[in-house]
T-cell receptor
């Protein structure tokens, strides 16, 4: 079954601390993995996709096929990073996105 | 302003009513989607249309009927609204063959 698991509903860190938002997936094939972010009162937007292997706003995510994980990391959290983060996978012919349950990141001053 | 837009932004209605939510994208994308975000912020796909043709229908009750008059529009009509339909509904679009999706601002539906 296709599934995305984000074990933490809420992650609270202090400004300047490292951040790791966990994501594990289950998919029989080669999925595309994404991180989407939803800032307060804003629309959902793409943050990262695994195939581009880029760093956006200081965030990186590495696909680990052995552990079926795609954790999102940032070495030094900023207050403006506070948002809801969704891990998602897509695969197959329909391109539909399967989302995890989301992790609310709260960066304290 | 190129984007995915939805109307209305907020919709409050009573049980049993019929309502529609509209979505338009001017990004030239071929594929459009409807997602439901429940009170626990869980996002789940409902429908997807590719160039006006339905390609995904995720076990959504028959009371929900999507309609795509052209590839830039995907509307969602809901009959006999129930309390459990209260949620935020997001429209999204993507280019053909691309996994990256662009989301609308959402429509917060409250059924009383």
């Amino acid at each position: 079954a296709q599934r995305v698991t984000q074990p933490e509903k809420l992650l609270s860190v202090f400004k300047g601390a490292p951040v790791e938002l966990k994501c594990n997936y289950s998919y029989s094939g080669s999925p595309e993995l994404f991180w989407y972010v939803q800032y307060s009162r804003q629309r959902l937007q793409l943050l990262l996709r695994h195939i581009s292997r880029e760093s956006i706003k200081g965030f990186t995510a590495d696909l680990n096929k052995g552990e079926t994980s795609f954790h999102l990391k940032k070495p030094f959290a900023q207050e403006e990073d506070s948002a809801m983060y969704y891990c998602a996978l897509s695969g197959g012919a329909t391109n539909k996105l399967i989302f995890g349950t989301g992790t609310l990141l709260a960066v304290q001053p | 302003d190129t984007a995915v837009s939805q109307t209305p932004k907020y919709l409050v209605t009573q049980m049993g009513n019929d309502k529609s939510i509209k979505c338009e994208q001017n990004l030239g994308h071929d594929t459009m989607y409807w997602y439901k975000q429940d009170s626990k912020k869980f996002l789940k796909i409902m429908f997807s249309y590719n160039n006006k043709e339905l390609i995904i229908n995720e076990t959504v009750p028959n009371r929900f009927s999507p309609k795509s008059p052209d590839k830039a529009h995907l509307n969602l009509h809901i009959n006999s609204l129930e309390l459990g339909d209260s949620a935020v509904y997001f429209c999204a679009s993507s280019p053909l063959g691309s996994y990256e999706q662009y989301f609308g601002p959402g429509t917060r539906l409250t059924v009383t």
